[in-house]
């Protein structure tokens, strides 16, 4: 019978076959403590089809480190590699190999740079650096992409839902439809991205957020069959919860009893002292009926109560939504800004599962490797160019305009030099062909944006609060061009390779084509 043990599923053997396997040949030829550093990067933005992003959220880290922190090879873990077999019947690792990481199997030894969670992040830019011995660096691989290319997904996803909704209040609730218990770490990657809650009890308790919710089509179902009836059911609910009262109105008719039934409980509560929250609409033509329940919700005198909406919502459709209301809210006597002031979205499946494109193009590759006391870049030639590596160990800077507007990300070797001179050319980061030129006078700051994040076995400093990651996310979208965050066809960001990047790059790739 299966069992979940988290200690066995979620402890050191969480990574891959073959990161083992690499490992112990590592250790044969002598190899395993050698330096190595391996950067994580993602080489596309989310593409969903009818539309793609403009920019990422990172998020992840957090779990990774605290992962590392408490993560090592025991002596149960230990028994299971010894009792591997290899197709000849011979054991998969040797004995001396076992030893050597039970000793040393951890993650003390590493060292991570990493730009901080919450920030915007593009193509090619290493968001996390690893370095330390070689063996140990290629284990964590697996788990390192696991923790953080989802939430950089997701997190994603809910950035893009919460511009599309010009930053109106947004609802997770995407429990039932994410990936089992990985949930949690979508949700808080939501929650870093522009969810402001989410209805998971859980995790809004870890995190320290109060969890938000209505009630189910069920509730007003159960007072149907024991005829009673939706106005009872209403009654009922605002009797329990008299001021936290949203209403689910469209389980037989919204416009004909749903609303006029939850106006009639409203009513009642507010000649009571109380206030009530909304209605909420999960079918239909959602821009249409919220039009709609505007008008009757102003005329009983309920002009800011709020209309909450679900059902398959997304960044596609909340715009849709929208535009639909500033078109046609006139012509039922609703102002369209109003209305939309008061709009709030809740989102399931589409936010939890980045609905359209499910998996973040994140890798892990080694960049460079110390032989005789210096580090040597390390080159991956590819027949696809967006694959070719940019290697060795790299200075990511951002530079912003004359606006304060992000405007580019520049990887390089050494400083960019324009303390020596007023112009520095930048390459594109796959295709040589493709320069630029930029004039200092036109750059109004220069950031560094990868921090010493873990070392010694422990993530340096205090974690970031959650309210402290989203104030990096709302920062970082502010200095982003209004084009770059477009929901359809959104403009190109920069990356840039510096001049000695790139020269670098192509001398590897020469030298390394000549060993063919």
């Not at 730009?115 to 920030?119: A, C, L, S």
């Given at each position: ?7 066995v ?6 990574t891959?076959h ?32 009818t ?21 090592s090879?025991k002596?149960?873990d ?9 197709s000849a ?12 990481l ?12 990493a ?5 915007v ?16 660096a290629?284990?964590?691989e697996?788990p390192?992409?696991?923790?953080l290319n ?7 996803k ?7 909704g010009?930053?109106k ?8 439809r ?15 991205g ?8 859980s ?8 969890p ?20 009872e059911a ?70 800011d ?22 078109e ?5 006597g609703?102002d ?15 936010l ?10 994140g ?14 870049p390390a080159?991956?030639?590819?027949e ?13 800077s951002?530079i912003?305009d ?7 990300d ?7 030099g324009?303390?020596?001179k ?25 950031e560094t944006?990868s921090?010493?994040?873990y ?23 502010h ?5 770059v965050?477009?929901i359809?066809?959104p ?8 001049e000695?990047l ?9 030298s390394?084509?000549?060993?063919i």
């Open positions: 019978m299966f069992t979940n043990n988290t200690d599923t979620e402890g050191i053997l969480f891959d073959y990161q083992l396997t690499m490992s112990h040949l590592y250790y044969r030829l002598g190899l395993h403590e050698k330096k190595a550093q391996f950067d994580h990067f993602f080489r596309e933005y989310p593409d969903y089809g539309h793609k992003a403009g920019y990422c959220i990172n998020a992840g880290h957090e779990y990774l480190f605290k992962w590392m922190e408490k993560t090879f002596d149960d230990i028994e299971y590699l010894r009792n591997l077999k290899g019947g011979s054991p998969l690792f040797e004995d001396d190999f076992l030893q050597w039970r000793k040393n199997g951890n993650f003390e030894s590493l060292k991570v740079n730009i901080p969670e919450g920030r992040i593009h193509p090619n830019i290493p968001v996390t650096v690893v370095n330390g011995p070689l063996a140990i290629q284990i964590l697996s390192l992409l696991n923790m989802y939430q950089t997904l997701v997190a994603t809910a950035s893009r839902i919460h511009v599309s010009r930053g209040p947004l609802l997770e609730f995407g429990m039932r994410g990936p089992e218990r990985g949930v949690n770490a979508g949700i808080r990657a939501a929650l870093i522009g969810a402001d809650f989410s209805s998971t009890v995790i809004s308790r870890q995190l320290g957020l109060q938000k919710g209505t009630h189910a089509h069920s509730m007003v179902q159960v007072f149907m069959a024991i005829c009673d009836g939706e106005l209403f009654r009922a609910y605002a009797d329990v919860y008299p001021d936290d009262c949203v209403l689910l109105v469209d389980t037989i008719n919204t416009l004909e009893s749903g609303i006029p039934n939850a106006i009639r409980v409203f009513e009642e509560l507010r000649k009571k002292g109380h206030k009530p929250v909304g209605i909420r609409l999960d079918s239909g033509d959602l821009a249409y009926l919220s039009i709609q329940a505007a008008k009757m919700l102003n005329d009983a005198g309920f002009p109560t709020k209309i909450i909406l679900s059902n398959q919502l997304d960044e596609l459709v909340i715009w849709q939504i929208i535009t639909q209301i500033e046609e809210s006139a012509k039922y609703v369209p800004d109003s209305l939309i002031e008061r709009l709030v979205y809740g989102v399931g499946t589409s939890i599962s980045s609905k359209g494109d499910s998996a973040l193009d890798v892990y590759k080694l960049v460079a490797i110390e032989q005789n006391g210096e580090w040597v080159m991956k030639i590819s696809t160019p967006e694959k070719t590596l940019n290697p060795g160990n790299k200075k990511i951002r912003y004359g606006r304060n507007k992000a405007t580019a520049i990887l390089s070797i050494n400083e960019l324009f303390d020596q007023e112009k520095i050319t930048v390459h594109h980061p796959t295709d040589s062909s493709k320069l630029r030129t930029i004039d200092r006078k036109d750059v109004s700051k220069i944006l921090v010493n994040a070392y010694e076995g422990k993530y340096h400093g205090n974690y970031p609060t959650l309210e402290e990651i989203r104030e990096n996310r709302k920062k970082d979208i200095k982003l061009d209004s084009g965050k477009r359809i066809n403009h190109l960001y920069h990356v840039s390779l510096s000695d790139w020269q670098l790059k192509q001398d590897l790739i020469k390394t084509k000549k060993l």
